[in-house]
């Protein structure tokens, strides 16, 4: 069973900056292709920033565009999301999701496996 395993969040003042991190374990790392999604109180889940099996291709959100940085580290199979100029509408719990086949989606309904999400508050 794949595992993920999201770090890094927490509480930070509007204009701070945050580093989430996500170990994946049981898989071929370099097989999928990596998401961050969000989802505050009484919205949907959205997608944030995604990167494709071999880290060539990347694609953010509108809202993040310019502030957000996702990475991978293919050696530790682990995803990386810099969070920099963070806004109050950035809260909510950030989730890692893994995508077979390579490629970047936007939709969670194409991801295949979650971790169980990490909280990011920006307070004003």
């Known amino acids: 069973q794949v595992q993920l395993v999201e770090s890094g969040g927490g509480l930070v003042q509007a204009g701070g900056s945050l580093r989430l991190s996500c170990a994946a374990s049981?898989?071929?790392?370099?097989?999928?292709?990596m998401g961050w999604f969000r989802q505050a109180p009484g919205k949907e889940r959205e997608f944030v920033a995604g990167?494709?099996?071999?880290?060539?291709?990347?694609s953010y959100a509108d809202s993040v565009k310019g502030r957000f940085t996702i990475s991978r580290d293919s050696a530790k199979s682990t995803v990386h999301l810099q969070m920099n100029a963070l806004k109050p509408e950035d809260t909510a719990v950030y989730y890692c999701?893994?995508?077979?086949?390579?490629?970047?989606?936007?939709?969670?309904?194409?991801?295949?496996?979650w971790g169980p999400g990490t909280q990011v508050t920006v307070s004003s």
């Open positions: 049981r898989l071929t790392f370099n097989t999928y292709a």
């Open positions: 990167v494709n099996w071999s880290g060539s291709r990347t």
């Open positions: 999701a893994v995508k077979t086949g390579g490629t970047i989606y936007t939709l969670a309904y194409y991801y295949d496996y």
